[in-house]
């Protein structure tokens, strides 16, 4: 917002600020200069308003976790007779379960971010856009909803590793949820800069289609990024879900006790020219992706009009 | 104007000074001037695509201006947006609610945005819930509500911060009349318990009749303003209809007598005289034409707008600038 407003002191307390002359039977409130305090607040009922509407959606949290299971237990199970024959005896259910960890909560993340969409629609987003607030603030309330959100969704998926031979660390639990938190904040920050000029649901969802499918599968979530073929291999690197992808399946298989043979075959890890690309800088670009588009993201909700 | 004595000294509530907007080559408001005191009730009246709309969203520093400018509490929409909006509160055309929330989460959300002080939140929410009877509906889901319900809520959350001027925009556009005019009892309620200025906007005129002041816009500028009272009594003339056994010779027997050209509307001989009433035993006296029955009006507000611009306000609505009401519906999304 372009305007910053003088700090003026004003007491956040019960007074009548108007000019004495008043039949006003109440106390009146005043609403307070904007403060740090106050952009606070907004950003967290922003944020809260993404929890409370997503607990009462049930059909969303079941809809959002029909896709992750049909990948994970029948394309899993339907392919793991011909693929066994390069697992090296790893379960391929096993295997594409850091990829479905991944899907659970991009999917989730891109819906949250769609909510604004609807805001706009039925007219709610304007009673956060005239508010005395910053913009930023909003923006930044719905990021941290749709990732907040999005991370609660992939708990769930998280919850069956069991099921998929995986064993309950608490290290890599630990370690997944922050990679699942950090991938639903960028792609919610997609989904929201996204928002800012696409200003209709069926042309939003076409677009979600249109770049979150592609980006899951060139992203080797169901299959292992070396020995590609060369265009893949490059696209591959290009796509910035590839070094969410990557961590996750490291966090993973550091904890499977498989075959020296496996480990190499199913996670082989992605490479910059020979450069194993260490797990922490792969957090960090996809960190880095998300915080340039919640900036472009603010500065499309800032503008007037 | 208003209950308050001492209103001369204050700084006017909205003070507008050759305000115009412009669309491209659409001039949807038209340098216009007003100024509207503290604690009044100011309405807006003109058909669809007047400008009323891109007005109020300029006023509430949702639209800027291309040209004039306007002070909300002292502040300037451009300059000042954020300390004009501390100090405005909104209900718009369209319902801007959460569904998905309760009315008292909806409340609450706007408490927090709006940075309420967190003690006043509680009473002030229970004040304002009272006041449009939705105390005892506050944990439903709006989704569940009525139109009119929603509408009701929405000037609750509007005066939850307890703002200096309350914009509404046809606050009673699409509902039925029983619930439009429990708006208005709302509203007037309103006015007597919170020391607020209104400002609104509406096609319906009787309305505008609430109003302490009306400033009557028609294709982007202002064409009148005063009282309703003032207004119509700027018409002058009341509007007598009689009823005869043979209307030709009635009107022509008018213009033989009296000067007066009558017409037939409504079935009716009618015309208009300074003062009606008077006129009525000196036509039963001088006419010379058996009469069944009369009726005698004053000027409404229809008139009033009529004579300001010439038509109607609902054939201006329905032959009115189509670009100019697409713009206005366009703004209002």
Not at chain 1, 9 to 33: D, I, K
């Amino acid at each position: 917002m372009a305007h910053q407003t003088p700090t003026e002191a004003v007491p956040a307390s019960v007074s009548s600020p108007r000019p004495a002359g008043g039949q006003a039977q109440h106390a009146a409130v005043r609403v307070p200069a904007r403060s740090l305090r106050g952009e606070l607040r907004a950003i967290k009922i922003v944020w809260k308003r993404e929890l409370i509407r997503f607990s009462r959606d049930r059909l969303r949290m079941l809809t959002s976790l029909m896709q992750p299971f049909l990948f994970l237990f029948i394309l899993g199970t339907g392919l793991s007779s011909i693929a066994a024959a390069g697992t090296h005896g790893v379960n391929l259910r096993t295997f594409v379960y850091p990829g479905v960890l991944c899907m659970a909560v991009m999917f989730t993340a891109m819906f949250s971010a769609a909510s604004i969409v609807w805001d706009r629609e039925f007219g709610f987003l304007r009673e956060m856009m005239v508010a005395p607030v910053r913009r930023s603030s909003i923006v930044l309330g719905k990021c941290l909803g749709g990732a907040t959100v999005a991370a609660l969704q992939g708990v769930i998926v998280l919850a069956i590793a069991g099921l998929v031979d995986v064993p309950y660390v608490p290290v890599m639990i630990l370690e997944i949820f922050a990679l699942q938190l950090l991938l639903a904040f960028s792609i919610t920050a997609f989904g929201v800069m996204a928002a800012a000029r696409v200003k209709q649901m069926q042309s939003f969802m076409a677009l979600t289609q249109m770049v979150i499918l592609p980006m899951f599968f060139i992203s080797g979530a169901m299959f292992p990024v070396s020995g590609l073929p060369q265009w893949l291999a490059v696209l591959n690197r290009l796509d910035p879900l590839t070094y969410a992808v990557d961590p996750m399946r490291r966090a993973v298989f550091a904890h499977l006790n498989i075959s020296e043979a496996a480990r190499k075959a199913l996670d082989p890890g992605v490479t910059w020219f020979g450069w194993r690309v260490p797990g922490l800088l792969e957090a960090g670009v996809v960190a880095v992706l998300g915080i340039a588009m919640l900036a472009i993201a603010i500065a499309e909700f800032s503008r007037v009009e | 104007m208003s209950s308050n004595g001492d209103l001369d000294v204050r700084a006017p509530a909205v003070l507008v000074d050759s305000l115009s907007k412009r669309y491209g080559d659409l001039e949807a408001v038209r340098g216009i001037d007003f100024e509207v005191l503290v604690n009044e009730t100011f309405g807006f009246l003109g058909p669809n695509g007047a400008g009323k709309t891109t007005t109020i969203s300029m006023l509430c520093t949702l639209v800027r201006p291309t040209g004039g400018r306007a002070l909300v509490g002292g502040h300037d929409v451009v300059g000042e947006r954020d300390e004009v909006r501390r100090n405005i509160g909104l209900v718009f055309q369209d319902t801007t609610l959460d569904g998905y929330l309760t009315a008292e989460q909806n409340l609450r959300l706007h408490a927090e945005l709006y940075g309420m002080p967190r003690e006043t939140v509680a009473p002030r929410m229970q004040q304002v819930m009272e006041m449009v009877q939705l105390w005892d509906r506050r944990g439903h889901l709006v989704n569940t509500f009525s139109g009119g319900m929603k509408r009701r809520l929405e000037i609750a959350r509007g005066l939850l911060h307890s703002p200096r001027v309350l914009f509404l925009d046809e606050p009673t556009v699409g509902l039925d009349p029983q619930t439009r005019s429990s708006i208005w009892s709302y509203i007037t309620k309103l006015k007597r318990e919170e020391e607020i200025t209104i400002f609104l906007t509406t096609h319906y005129m009787d309305e505008a009749e609430y109003c302490d002041r009306i400033a009557i816009m028609d294709q982007g500028k202002i064409v009148a303003l005063d009282t309703p009272q003032a207004l119509k009594e700027s018409v002058g003339a009341d509007r007598v209809q009689i009823h005869t056994g043979d209307d030709p010779a009635a009107i022509e027997a008018l213009q033989e007598r009296f000067g007066i050209q009558a017409g037939t509307a409504e079935g009716a001989v009618t015309f208009r005289v300074p003062s009606g009433e008077e006129f009525v035993p000196r036509l039963f006296a001088e006419l010379g034409q058996p009469i069944k029955s009369v009726s005698v009006s004053r000027p409404s507000l229809d008139d009033v707008f009529m004579s300001y611009t010439g038509t109607t306000i609902r054939d201006a609505e329905a032959s009115g600038n189509d670009r100019n009401r697409n713009m206005a519906r366009m703004m209002a999304r």
